[in-house]
């Protein structure tokens, strides 16, 4: 399975942009990049996800290296709220078309005021 | 209001016993996932389906089983002959048209 390397935790100040590097060198050409968020005893909160290009939604923006080895997730400007742990995630896919996400350990991302 | 339900959220369990965790559906999806979460980790899959009457085990079945006798329903009874039960479950969805996965809100299960 692919995995994905991300730093144990981070911190940002309100209203500054939070970028989350995430790692995942072995990926294969076919497995998607998701990013989900976890705030403490609930369940994880998708994100956004992509391929190989650039994406963007209201909740941030996904960047993509060319050779898909690395990626950075862009909260444009964080607020207390966006305090939770950040999963990269690679979407492997397994026989008869099935599909699992493969989680790593996650960023504590901490936004401080 | 369309999501993914767990209950209980929380549950207790004496050594010995077997216990159902329930997972509900109401977003059509076709495919459904369970998930383990231990304190400080990421989640582990336990078993997935694909469709009804299917399933399929995922890194973790050990001591667990499942059934998908309906779209709607995920049910995963946490047998005893699971080692170490006590962690968080977490039971997911997938849309095979936006290729977005939802998240119920977790059992937390504590063996006693």
């Known amino acids: 399975d692919a995995k994905t390397t991300q730093p144990t935790s981070m911190d940002c100040a309100e209203g500054r942009a939070a970028n989350l590097p995430c790692n995942h060198s072995?990926?294969?050409?076919?497995?998607?990049v998701y990013w989900y968020r976890q705030i403490h005893s609930q369940g994880p909160q998708y994100i956004i996800h992509?391929?190989?290009n650039n994406e963007t939604n209201e909740m941030a923006s996904l960047i993509i290296t060319e050779d898909r080895k690395s990626s950075t997730l862009i909260l444009p400007h964080a607020t207390l709220r966006d305090t939770a742990v950040y999963y990269c995630?690679?979407?492997?896919?397994?026989?008869?078309?099935?599909?699992?996400?493969?989680f790593g350990q996650g960023t504590r991302l901490t936004i401080n005021p | 209001d369309g999501g993914i339900t767990q209950s209980p959220k929380y549950l207790f369990r004496k050594e010995g016993q077997n216990v159902t965790l329930s997972c509900e559906q109401n977003?059509?999806?076709?495919?459904m996932y369970w998930y383990r979460q231990d304190p400080g980790q990421g989640l582990r899959l336990i078993y997935y389906?694909?469709?009804?009457?299917?399933?399929q085990k995922g890194d973790i079945a050990e001591g667990y089983s499942v059934s998908r006798e309906k779209k709607e329903s995920f049910p995963l009874t946490v047998t005893s002959a699971q080692k170490n039960p006590t962690a968080f479950y977490l039971c997911?969805?997938?849309?095979?048209?936006?290729?977005?996965?939802?998240f119920g809100p977790g059992t937390r299960l504590t063996v006693l």
């Open positions: 072995t990926i294969s050409g076919n497995e998607y």
């Open positions: 997911a969805s997938g849309s095979a048209v936006s290729g977005i996965w939802y």
């Open positions: 977003l059509n999806h076709d495919a």
């Open positions: 992509g391929l190989k």
């Open positions: 389906s694909q469709i009804v009457n299917d399933f």
């Open positions: 995630i690679v979407r492997v896919l397994l026989r008869q078309g099935a599909q699992k996400l493969v």
